[in-house]
């Protein structure tokens, strides 16, 4: 599993820390999607810019306790899929518990695997 860490980061990056709450991602610009892939309770989805066009976007699934999934409490699991040069694409899971860490550590791994915008 990588953190922020691991992908060139200093240990001293100062990164506030909220918890992923629904609350905190609609705050920061996330929106509710329709789940059509893992069938958890909701997604929220926020696509990342720059100048130069659409780059990614960052998706934050929700799992709710129930007899299929048996789970001590809501959790958040949070994917990333980029765009890359050879007309495939890096899909990954980020294992991080802050929306902070997750969008940083997004950010630095769009650069460092060379990834191209969508459009």
């Known amino acids: 599993m ?3 860490y691991d992908v060139g ?14 609350e ?9 999607v ?7 309770n909701r997604i929220f ?11 990614y976007f960052l998706t934050f699934s929700e799992w709710v306790p129930s007899e299929e999934l048996p789970i001590p409490s809501i959790g958040y699991e949070s994917e990333c ?12 899971t980020i294992k991080e518990s802050t929306i902070e860490a997750v969008e940083t550590l997004a ?10 915008y969508y459009e």
């Open 107 to 116: 950010e630095a791994l769009w650069v460092t695997t060379g990834s191209v």
């Open 45 to 55: 989805q926020k696509r990342f810019d720059d100048d130069c066009g659409k780059k």
């Open 9 to 22: 980061m200093e240990k001293t990056t100062a990164i506030s820390l909220t918890p992923v709450t629904p």
């Open 2 to 4: 990588l953190s922020c």
């Open 34 to 40: 329709k789940d059509t892939l893992h069938k958890s």
């Open 24 to 32: 905190a991602l609609i705050a920061r610009g996330y929106v509710i």
């Open 81 to 92: 899929r980029f765009e890359t040069s050879t007309d495939g694409y890096v899909w990954i």
